[in-house]
């Protein structure tokens, strides 16, 4: 099954959690478009995370979600919010989210932790999750150590519960290859970066349109916490620091302070611009409606030309 079905949208696809950018705005236009809007609430307070939630009420009358983010400081009363706002989708990510999944369930909430691996994804199966988004290293954004086309196949064997594939996927090509690996649908993030939508400064997606396939790096491969960016001054003084022994702590909120001056201040240079490797292949800003279009559409497209090609 698709999970469309499951999520009661138009199109398989879910919009990726994306800290500090994905508003309630945000996840309306998104699921206006047929597909799974998020309110990422990483980077939010959990009053600012009611003003989206109540925002994106207001704009949309199609299905939305939240996305929490584990390491966020206010995730124990987010938790608790998304109950009481009668939030029908919860996805998590950066972390083990077992301990509310009990209460979740008893709110009929649907929940589709985001897993970097088989083990947490069986894990979080017996704890009741109704799907998992499995996410591979090719992601922006904080990450796993797997690549999506040796991870996912994994997880599809080992669980009985939908499985979404998530990095690396911007294209039709990149969708019909999720769907190839057991993929009931996906998640995509950095195509939607580029969106005239999308609330980051037009800077940082140009930096996105820029980009070209070696463009991203890993920050925080030794600290503990990976993040992939976009390569500039920031991601070089990171890593040097990171080599110098700087503290986890330090380095998270320079991340996350970061990642604010990219999103608000289009600072490019000392800010940290979030994106997979597909950034390589977002070639232009374009209406959310219409990336997601061309997406199933490309995806069609391909299917009809691999079944030829197969066939021969
Ligand atoms: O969470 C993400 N991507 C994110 S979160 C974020 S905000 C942030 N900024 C700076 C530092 C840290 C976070 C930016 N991008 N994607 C989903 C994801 N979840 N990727 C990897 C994981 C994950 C990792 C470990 C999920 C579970 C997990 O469990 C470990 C355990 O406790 O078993």
Known sequence: ?????????????????????????????????????????????????????????????QPFGVNLMMMNPYVDEMAQLVIDEGIKVVTTGAGNPSKYMKAWKEAGILVMPVVPSVALAKRLERSGADAVIVEGTEAGGHIGELTTMALVPQVVEAVSIPVIAAGGIASGKQLLAAYALGASGVQVGTCLLASEECPVHENYKNAIVKAKDTDTTVTGRISGTPVRIIKNRMAKEYIKREKEGASMEELETYTLGSLRKAVLEGDTQSGSLMAGQVAGMVKEIKPVKTIIEDLFHECDMEKEKLINFLGE
């Open 1 to 61: 099954m698709k999970i469309n079905e499951l999520l009661k949208v138009k199109y398989p696809l879910i919009q990726g959690g994306m800290a500090n950018i994905a508003t309630g705005e945000f996840a309306a236009s998104v699921s206006n478009a047929g597909a799974l809007g998020l309110i990422g609430a990483g980077g939010m307070t959990t009053e600012i995370l009611k003003e989206n939630i109540e925002k994106c009420k207001q704009l949309t009358d």
